[in-house]
């Protein structure tokens, strides 16, 4: 079927959607935001609106359309991004009053999830990434910015490094090559919970291309002042991320002037599930910022300095300068209490200086943005006073670095008044007395007003008619109100025309109302016009200052933290860990951070932690379920995390050697997700700290090897802690269920056993939730099912079943699980105690086979009798 020929509107709507065709097209007619065709239908499913039909009566060629009006916008492009697709807002760039025919149209930004800037789109307390990855053999060149602060990195890894930087990082958007959309890589990343995708050309990839992008970016000609000239593949995946930026925003960028290389190992590294098992940002089971490290250490007053916050706790330092240097700002902040609520006080009236100077640059602030920044800058002097003369090198770093940006504040405060608008065209946010041209336009208008009651008092002595009202409506402009029972008595002058009848009233006007009307409006219509014209060059002026603007965001956020960090040791009563280059961990009265902030006050029960490379690295600690191994466990390795964080840690006394990388596992039993075999997904995992870990690392790992057989299981783990200490010779924590692994302390050196405390008194246990030296030596299973609430015959179907067992292979203490254990003798002895907890007849016949001689058809025969005595 021919189509039919398009109005010259369609034409234009197919020309703007062909540009961008995955990209749902918002297209701007009049008050409403248009989408056509596929895009209404997939945009209606969105955003839950109705979608009708242009051109209803042309059948089969009406076209699906859905709308909805201009104010609402950011609401629906929240809904847009949200459910993962880009928007391309399409704008009127001419007045339509101005034009005859069609108006011009185009697209004047495509928002994407990783470049949104507005405020109402953005979690101000996370950061917003947008990234790109490029992959050359075994390395990836990565680079990512944040659009609403102008933050822009990059980072040259292996292949193997990209998943976990990707997880630290979570970008909202990541951008990878036409040609990459198959590979394995990109493959594995797809998996990480919110990734996602945006496939680009390979084109803004390449070398050159990518250099070129980078050059008109940052207005330079070598790239060897940023110290990355020689990082083609960085480079590459950066220029990517400009010329993304540039088609999308289609807005200065002035506020992206610098970028900085990421080395790797300067940060602690902490792989995925490492994040995820120790609920660093979110918890593992409901994904919530409630009850993560990062939701109970977050004392900061401001946005930015919660976003960096977040940050230190997903990116802990290794330098143990660096540590010391935050260690003393916040020691000194703990220590000065006053100065620590004062700064505090101050930076709780800040805004979010970073991504509103952001927003000046991309020319999306309004008045109250500009407002707002003013005045946060209002407040730094008074914080950079409070700064004078400290102690500590990284607050006098931070007083000098507070530049106070008086020229900005001042034309800010100068030009617009307290508590302007949102909006730039309809007026009323310049000063008066700001701008002589203004002043004389506003008093026109004003005067115009008391024109007119004087021209209705002079109208009403004319006519004699008490009732005549001078008034406005948008639609007719000024008119003289006069009421039908007056009208219709003959007094109305000759000179009036009539405009209008309403339902009581007639309206009319006169030649000098009409005259009038043409100044007054013109004054207010001009007055808004210069209004919006003094304050975008306002913001342009405050948009060539965006770079310090967000430096000083930077500097608040810092404090912040600092102070932050000094308010929660103080509240929680945490100490100054000392930091050490030693694989040391030796902890007095350590505590959970999380369990111990929610938990009432004292409540929480602490323990102590000794690691050291001659007085047991290796710590196996056994005991029952709900004993406390796990909490055990992961206090150690947060405490290690806020140590190198810079923070005080919930303990009595601290030493602790630098980690260069963490690692926890948690067992397959605590993480049923993801689709793979569970024990699959356990046994990667495993192989990867094997892999990976070095002297210097530390190691949890709760009830690995569980997701097999017993047997399976403890061969397992007990090859993994050997091999753990014989060869890696890192820190570990091994919590465990099997009791055989006590018998390693025996024959290694490093290795220690430790308990978690349990009284138990008429048939009643108590846990305690102290770690004691030496292996567990009892099992509360059963116990622990009847507080769990199993039914009591169960229970005591449970007791006879144990008894019996106990009865047939002697007292097992470390009985736990399985209806066959037997405690382990020694390590050589693992093999021989598996066949000796066999039934014997089994054993005889075992022995006696000859294997060498035994046909295939023997040997399923042999199998077939051994099961049968096996029952
Ligand atoms: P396990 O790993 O041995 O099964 P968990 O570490 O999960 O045990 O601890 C079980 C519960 O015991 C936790 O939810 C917590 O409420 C409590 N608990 C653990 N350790 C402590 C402690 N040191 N002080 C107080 N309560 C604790």
Known sequence: MADAPLTPMMQQYRELKARDPDAILLFRMGDFYEMFGDDAVRASAVLGIAVTTRDRDKGDQAVPMAGFPHPALESYLAKIVQAGLRAAVCEQI???????????????????????????????????????????GTRTGLAWVELSTGRFSLASLLRTELADEIARLSPAETLVSELSVDAPWLRSLRAQPGFAVTIRPSWDFQPEQARKALFDQFGVTTLEGFGIDDRALEIQAAGALVAYLRETQKASLGHITRLTPYRRADVLTLDETTRRSLELVRTLREGKREGSLLQVVDRTV??????????????????????????????????????????????GEAYDLERLAARVATGRANPRDLSALGRTLALLPR??????????????????????CPEVRSSIEAALVD??????????????????????LRSASTEGKSWIARYQADQIRRTGIAGLKVGFNNVFGYYIEISHAQAQRGEVPADY??????????????????????????????????????????????????????????????????????????????????????????????????LD?????????????????????????????????STYIRQVALIAIMAQMGSFVPARRARIGVVDRLFARVGATDELSRGQSTFMVEMTETANILNNATSQSLVILDEIGRGTSTFDGVSLAWAITEHLHDVVGCRTLFATHYHEL??????????????????????????????????????????????????????????????????????????????????????????????????????????????????????????????????
Not at 306 to 327: G, K, N, Q, W
Request: glycine share 6%; hydrophobic share 40%.
């Open 94 to 136: 001419e007045d339509p009053k101005l034009v005859k025919g069609l108006v011009k149209r185009d697209v004047v930004r495509v928002v994407t999830p990783g470049t949104l800037t507005e405020e109402s789109l953005l979690d101000p307390r996370s950061a917003n990434y947008l990234a790109a990855v490029v992959e050359v």
């Open 302 to 347: 401001t946005p930015m300095g919660a976003r960096l916050l977040a940050e230190y706790v997903t990116s802990p330092l290794t330098s143990i300068d660096l540590i010391e240097e935050r260690l003393g700002a916040v020691a000194e902040l703990v220590n000065d209490a006053t100065l620590r609520g004062e700064l505090r006080e101050t930076l």
């Open 383 to 404: 914080i950079k006073a409070r700064l004078t003369a400290r102690r500590s090198h990284r607050l006098s770093r931070l007083e000098a670095a507070v530049e106070l």
């Open 419 to 440: 508590d302007p608008p949102l909006t730039i065209k309809e007026g009323g946010l310049i000063r008066p007395g700001y701008h002589p041209e203004l002043d004389r």
């Open 497 to 594: 025309i009539r405009k209008q009848t309403v339902k009581n009233a007639e309206r009319y006007y006169t030649p000098e109302l009409k005259e009038f009307e043409n100044e007054v409006r013109n004054a207010d219509e001009r007055a808004n016009a210069l209004e919006y014209e003094l304050f975008t060059t306002l913001r342009d002026r405050v948009s060539a200052d965006a770079p310090r603007l967000i430096q000083a965001g930077s500097v608040l956020a810092q404090i912040d933290v600092l102070a932050a960090l000094a308010e929660l040791a103080a509240r929680q009563g945490y100490c100054r860990p000392e930091v050490v280059s030693d694989p040391v961990f030796e902890v007095e009265a350590g505590r959970h951070p999380v």
């Open 597 to 629: 902030a929610l938990l009432p006050h004292g409540d929480f029960v602490p323990n102590d932690t000794k690691l050291s490379p001659d007085d047991g690295g290796l710590l196996l600690i056994t005991g029952p379920n709900m004993a406390g191994k």
């Open 742 to 871: 006590v018998e390693l302390e025996k024959t290694k050196a490093r290795i220690r056993n430790a308990n978690v405390a349990v009284s138990e008194s008429q048939g009643e246990i108590v846990f305690l939730h102290r770690i004691a030296p030496g292996g567990a030596d009892q099992s509360y299973g059963i116990h622990v099912a009847r507080l769990a609430g199993v039914p009591s015959p169960v229970l005591d179907r449970a007791r006879e079943i144990l008894a019996f067992l106990e009865k047939q292979h002697g007292p097992d203490p470390g009985l736990s699980e399985g209806p066959i254990r037997r405690k382990v003798k020694s390590a050589r002895a693992l093999q021989g105690s598996l066949f000796a907890a066999l039934p014997e007849p089994l054993i005889v016949e075992l022995r006696q086979a000859d294997l060498g001689a035994l046909s295939p058809e023997q040997a399923l025969d042999l199998l077939q009798r051994l099961r049968d005595l096996a029952g």
